[in-house]
């Protein structure tokens, strides 16, 4: 069997035992509305959290929402993007379940996972039809390791025994599991019936096509890869270096659009996460 029949195969398994929240595919469908804000209010309300959640959207946020202006008015004022991506996140964490012990860290994890859609999204221009198509992909393109870490961690022991789950590649991943996790993924993600383009993107992850979705998503990783090492670096004053005042600038910028998607996994007491499970 190829490397990609082996990932197909164990997609499979893994799609049957963990299945895409409904809130989950509800939130990834809202790609396809014309006016994605009315679509983001119908959903929340539905899940008769609409009001609540929106100023609980705002209080963290900072964000003022005026008396009286519609749920699809207040998204689209804090921003379709920023209210999408949060709700995302707190429907996709469900899979797999609550933190562990396992190899990878669950909350490291789902920062890196955020930051990369996060950063993918900043790549485009701000008008771009692809935002919520860049942040969906940037949040889910590693899910294929944090389900196999959850349902089969020694399968990954000899990938991790000398290797930083953050900083692997697709060589050391064939090396020691016969195929790469983005392909694992990437057949996951089929089998949950996502866009074909989501798909295609990370099967062509190391080549993609210039200015294709993959090449935004490869951005957007080895940005948030860098970003999470010049966030460490930058504990000292930058004020005296010219570059580094920027890069502390542009980190605030994004390490505040990364904490706003995160709010649902921070503050688990929250609307959308206390969606009970069988609405999600």
């Not at 990954?156 to 930083?164: F, G, K, Q």
């Not at 570059?243 to 688990?268: K, M, N, S, T």
Request: proline letters at 6%.
């Amino acid at each position: 069997m190829s490397d990609r029949g082996r990932a197909a195969a164990l997609a499979r398994e893994l799609a049957h035992r963990y299945p895409l929240p409904t809130l989950g595919r509800r939130l990834i469908e809202v790609r396809l509305d014309d006016t994605p804000e009315v679509a983001v209010a119908e959903i929340l309300a539905d899940l008769g959290a609409h009001d609540s959640t929106l100023d609980w959207f705002c209080e963290r946020t900072d964000t003022l929402r005026d008396q009286g202006v519609t749920s699809a008015e207040a998204i689209r004022r804090i921003g379709v993007p920023e209210v999408h991506a949060a709700a995302l996140v707190a429907a996709i964490a469900d899979i797999g379940g609550e933190p562990g012990t396992e190899r990878v860290d669950w909350l490291d994890f789902w920062r890196l996972a955020v930051g990369t859609g996060v950063a993918a999204r900043m790549a485009l221009p701000p008008m771009s039809p692809h935002l919520l198509d860049a942040f969906t992909l940037g949040l889910c393109h590693d899910l294929g390791l944090l389900l196999l870490d959850r349902s089969n961690p020694s399968m990954l022991d000899p990938l991790l025994h000398d290797t930083d789950w953050k900083h692997r590649t697709p060589t050391e991943e064939r090396e020691h599991l016969g195929f790469a996790l983005h392909e694992l993924t990437a057949h996951l993600l089929h089998q949950w019936g996502f866009p074909l383009a989501m798909v295609l993107a990370l099967l062509e992850f190391e080549q993609p096509r210039r200015s294709s979705l993959g090449e935004v998503l490869r951005i957007g990783q080895s940005c948030a890869r860098a970003l999470c090492s010049a966030e460490e670096g930058l504990s000292a004053d930058p004020s005296s270096d010219a570059i580094l005042l920027a890069l502390a600038r542009f980190l605030r910028q994004y390490r505040a659009l990364v904490d706003g998607a995160l709010v649902g996994l921070l503050a688990p007491e929250g609307p959308v996460r206390a969606v009970p499970k069988s609405l999600r």
